[in-house]
């Protein structure tokens, strides 16, 4: 084993187990105590047959060289002390002699005495030729010591380099370490049995009338000092955040309730999708959570800080599963908790304060909290899409401008940098899709899309089933296409898009009315093929253009894709660029506009004129787009 390789696997026990490295500390001190003090401190006692002790007279010899060796060899008496004292240094000895021989001291001299003890058999030696001609076991001093310094030193570096280490700036890492979990119930698990029995909940419940005007005093002198003294003021990162600590209802139950159900099959939606994995590709209110309320010292994100006052917040999280909640709860008992939910952050200081401005609310199943979103219209919502089509949303509820379009978690595995490079030659299907072919409103386009393209050379166009025999088949179909067709369903997103993109298979989205998430920093033209769904049906439209992609084209979306996968994978602990790292630094964004209108409303007068809003009601159509015949 190497030196490096010995010092990582170290390194990764003592972090995982502080405790050890305190023990290590404490064995090299006081074993090497014990060493140094029972090699330098020789017993000055000596009994007699009777038990009587005899008081041991001192001899000491001047030089190592033949003369004093003879008479050490023969000098066999256990009731002398001898001394070996070295013939450089003979001055520092005055006080034992009665004249010595005078001669230069350099700076650098030492003292080679102080071992001598003498006793019925064996006879101690200290000298500059000791190492020679020794008759004793026992190890030199000064070996002693160098071997306890050394180890006392190994175990304070481990130590220093193990506790600072957590200090340490986060970097990124591409390759994710083997600790680091992407799969939802596996980590799901290991909160609820490890993290969840050591949380300590306060439980922030009002209970009676809150201080509001308290809370907005402080919030007031906090910003205002900021303001004078961080010249970042108000965009500085991190963000800060105050996670409510709601009751159980609302959050450790609703985990263990899908644990204690998720292997049952047959809970399935009115069209047939699996309820369970459902949640699991709307699980963004876990990870999210997860990685809140972690200790400190085991996060890696630096886009966000959980604070625990509310006068220090930026924001404020609602951790409430709603997802769960509306497919696993009997339909009015999920009426009932999303009653109690709203009641409860309603009557929040923080909330009264701004009207929910700055309250984030996890409600990314279109189908989910649906009976009480008026109560909070004010709040961000983290949502897959803000679709107008289907009656999920009603106007003026969602939009760019205070709202968050999220990711999907991935139904398929990440093909990671060998998968790519092993995949790349079997990559011999131009265009793949595989999923439900007949949906509802804007979803009709699948329909269109499977008559034009069945049968097409190179084009595999088939019906999705579910379970794990059809997520293999998708991940199989995906790893061996160029191109991965990623049609509106009933809303205009799914998990499709982001299993293409975690597959290294290029999507092509045909879906209009879509919101992609991050766009305020990720550029989606760069790793996919965006066409109009008016485009899309011409008969052999589609397929000539993907045909007409240079090799070089195709191999520059695939390396982007390389590159992108990362933003994708929820996992615990969060990484940074992923999916949890970059929703905080879009809400950053947000935070200078949500402000100025929380300040607004506390002023208006009655009469004042509407505030202005500047939501986003057109949909993003394709077809208007001026520049989309340039770009493409």
Same mark, same amino acid.
Request: net charge positive.
């Given at each position: !084993?190497?030196?490096?390789?010995?010092?990582?696997?170290?390194?990764?026990?003592?972090?995982?187990?502080?405790?050890?490295?305190?023990?290590?500390?404490?064995?090299?001190?006081?074993?090497?105590?014990?060493?140094?003090?029972?090699?330098?401190?020789?017993?000055?006692? *000596?009994?007699?047959?009777?038990?009587?002790?005899?008081?041991?007279?001192?001899?000491?010899?001047?030089?190592?060289?033949?003369?004093?060796?003879?008479?050490?060899?023969?000098?066999?008496?256990?009731?002398?002390?001898?001394?070996?004292?070295?013939?450089?240094?003979?001055?520092?000895?005055?006080?034992?002699?009665?004249?010595?021989?005078?001669?230069?001291?350099?700076?650098?001299?030492?003292?080679?005495?102080?071992?001598?003890?003498?006793?019925?058999?064996?006879?101690?030696?200290?000298?500059?030729?000791?190492?020679?001609?020794?008759?004793?076991?026992?190890?030199?001093?000064?070996?002693?010591?160098?071997?306890?310094?050394?180890?006392?030193?190994?175990?304070?570096?481990?130590?220093?380099?193990?506790?600072?280490?957590?200090?340490?700036?986060?970097?990124?890492?591409?390759?994710?370490?083997?600790?680091?979990?992407?799969?939802?119930?596996?980590?799901?698990?290991?909160?609820?049995?490890?993290?969840?029995?050591?949380?300590?909940?306060?439980?922030?419940?009002?209970?009676?009338?809150?201080?509001?005007?308290?809370?907005?005093?402080?919030?007031?002198?906090?910003?205002?000092?900021?303001?004078?003294?961080?010249?970042?003021?108000?965009?500085?990162?991190?963000?800060?955040?105050?996670?409510?600590?709601?009751?159980?209802?609302?959050?450790?139950?609703?985990?263990?309730?899908?644990?204690? *159900?998720?292997?049952?099959?047959?809970?399935?939606?009115?069209?047939?999708?699996?309820?369970?994995?459902?949640?699991?590709?709307?699980?963004?209110?876990?990870?999210?959570?997860?990685?809140?309320?972690?200790?400190?010292?085991?996060?890696?994100?630096?886009?966000?800080?959980?604070?625990?006052?509310?006068?220090?917040?930026?924001?404020?999280?609602?951790?409430?599963?709603?997802?769960?909640?509306?497919?696993?709860?009997?339909?009015?008992?999920?009426?009932?908790?999303?009653?109690?939910?709203?009641?409860?952050?309603?009557?929040?200081?923080?909330?009264?304060?701004?009207?929910?401005?700055?309250?984030?609310?996890?409600?990314?199943?279109?189908?989910?909290?649906?009976?009480?979103?008026?109560?909070?219209?004010?709040?961000?919502?983290?949502?897959?899409? !803000?679709?107008?089509?289907?009656?999920?949303?009603?106007?003026?509820?969602?939009?760019?401008?205070?709202?968050?379009?999220?990711?999907?978690?991935?139904?398929?595995?990440?093909?990671?940098?060998?998968?790519?490079?092993?995949?790349?030659?079997?990559?011999?299907?131009?265009?793949?899709?595989?999923?439900?072919?007949?949906?509802?409103?804007?979803?009709?386009?699948?329909?269109?899309?499977?008559?034009?393209?069945?049968?097409?050379?190179?084009?595999?166009?088939?019906?999705?089933?579910?379970?794990?025999?059809?997520?293999?088949?998708?991940?199989?179909?995906?790893?061996?296409?160029?191109?991965?067709?990623?049609?509106?369903?009933?809303?205009?997103?799914?998990?499709?898009?982001?299993?293409?993109?975690?597959?290294?298979?290029?999507?092509?989205?045909?879906?209009?009315?879509?919101?992609?998430?991050?766009?305020?920093?990720?550029?989606?033209?760069?790793?996919?093929?965006?066409?109009?769904?008016?485009?899309?049906?011409?008969?052999?439209?589609?397929?000539?253009?993907?045909?007409?992609?240079?090799?070089?084209?195709?191999?520059?979306?695939?390396?982007?894709?390389?590159?992108?996968?990362?933003?994708?994978?929820?996992?615990?602990?969060?990484?940074?660029?992923?999916?949890?790292?970059?929703?905080?630094?879009?809400?950053?964004?947000?935070?200078?506009?949500?402000?100025?209108?929380?300040?607004?409303?506390?002023?208006?007068?009655?009469?004042?004129?509407?505030?202005?809003?500047?939501?986003?009601?057109?949909?993003?159509?394709?077809?208007?787009?001026?520049?989309?015949?340039?770009?493409?």
């Amino acid at each position: !084993m190497s030196t490096r390789s010995f010092c990582k696997r170290a390194y990764s026990f003592f972090k995982a187990y502080p405790s050890a490295s305190k023990l290590l500390l404490l064995s090299t001190c006081s074993g090497g105590g014990l060493l140094v003090y029972s090699d330098s401190s020789p017993s000055k006692r *000596t009994l007699t047959a009777d038990g009587q002790e005899i008081k041991k007279k001192k001899v000491v010899v001047l030089g190592s060289g033949w003369s004093g060796y003879s008479f050490l060899s023969h000098f066999n008496n256990p009731n002398y002390e001898v001394q070996v004292v070295s013939p450089r240094n003979f001055f520092l000895f005055t006080p034992l002699l009665p004249s010595v021989t005078n001669g230069t001291v350099e700076a650098r001299s030492i003292v080679e005495p102080i071992r001598g003890l003498m006793r019925k058999v064996d006879l101690a030696m200290v000298g500059k030729h000791q190492n020679h001609h020794h008759r004793t076991p026992h190890r030199p001093r000064s070996k002693t010591l160098i071997f306890t310094l050394l180890l006392f030193s190994f175990s304070l570096l481990v130590i220093l380099y193990t506790f600072s280490s957590s200090s340490l700036p986060s970097v990124s890492y591409p390759n994710q370490s083997d600790r680091t979990e992407t799969s939802f119930v596996p980590s799901l698990e290991k909160f609820l049995i490890h993290k969840a029995p050591k949380l300590s909940i306060r439980d922030d419940t009002v209970h009676g009338e809150s201080d509001d005007r308290k809370l907005d005093e402080m919030v007031f002198e906090r910003e205002n000092r900021l303001l004078n003294e961080d010249p970042g003021y108000p965009v500085g990162y991190p963000v800060k955040v105050y996670v409510y600590e709601m009751p159980k209802k609302f959050t450790l139950d609703l985990l263990w309730l899908f644990h204690n *159900t998720y292997k049952e099959t047959w809970n399935a939606t009115s069209n047939g999708s699996p309820v369970h994995r459902l949640i699991e590709q709307h699980s963004v209110d876990y990870w999210l959570w997860a990685d809140l309320i972690s200790p400190e010292s085991e996060r890696r994100l630096k886009s966000v800080v959980r604070v625990h006052q509310q006068h220090e917040a930026d924001f404020f999280y609602v951790p409430f599963f709603t997802t769960i909640s509306f497919f696993l709860l009997e339909k009015q008992q999920c009426k009932a908790l999303y009653r109690e939910a709203v009641k409860w952050v309603t009557g929040q200081p923080a909330w009264k304060r701004s009207e929910g401005r700055d309250h984030i609310f996890p409600i990314h199943h279109p189908w989910s909290f649906k009976t009480v979103r008026k109560f909070v219209k004010n709040a961000i919502w983290l949502l897959p899409d !803000m679709d107008s089509t289907g009656n999920w949303y009603k106007p003026g509820q969602v939009s760019l401008e205070k709202d968050l379009i999220l990711p999907y978690v991935p139904n398929v595995d990440r093909c990671d940098a060998n998968c790519l490079s092993e995949s790349a030659p079997k990559r011999t299907t131009l265009l793949f899709f595989r999923g439900r072919l007949k949906r509802n409103a804007g979803g009709k386009i699948r329909a269109q899309l499977g008559a034009e393209l069945s049968g097409v050379k190179d084009v595999i166009i088939t019906e999705g089933t579910a379970g794990e025999g059809g997520k293999l088949a998708a991940q199989t179909g995906m790893r061996r296409s160029l191109f991965c067709l990623c049609p509106a369903g009933d809303t205009p997103s799914s998990a499709r898009l982001f299993d293409a993109i975690v597959s290294g298979c290029i999507p092509v989205i045909v879906s209009d009315e879509l919101e992609l998430p991050f766009e305020g920093i990720l550029d989606y033209k760069k790793v996919a093929v965006i066409v109009s769904s008016s485009d899309a049906i011409q008969p052999g439209w589609l397929i000539n253009h993907l045909r007409s992609l240079t090799p070089s084209q195709v191999k520059e979306f695939q390396n982007r894709l390389a590159q992108y996968s990362r933003h994708f994978l929820y996992s615990s602990p969060a990484q940074p660029l992923g999916p949890e790292d970059l929703t905080w630094r879009m809400i950053a964004g947000k935070l200078v506009n949500i402000k100025l209108h929380t300040r607004r409303s506390q002023r208006v007068v009655k009469g004042a004129r509407s505030i202005c809003r500047c939501d986003c009601w057109r949909p993003n159509s394709t077809a208007s787009n001026p520049l989309s015949s340039l770009l493409s």
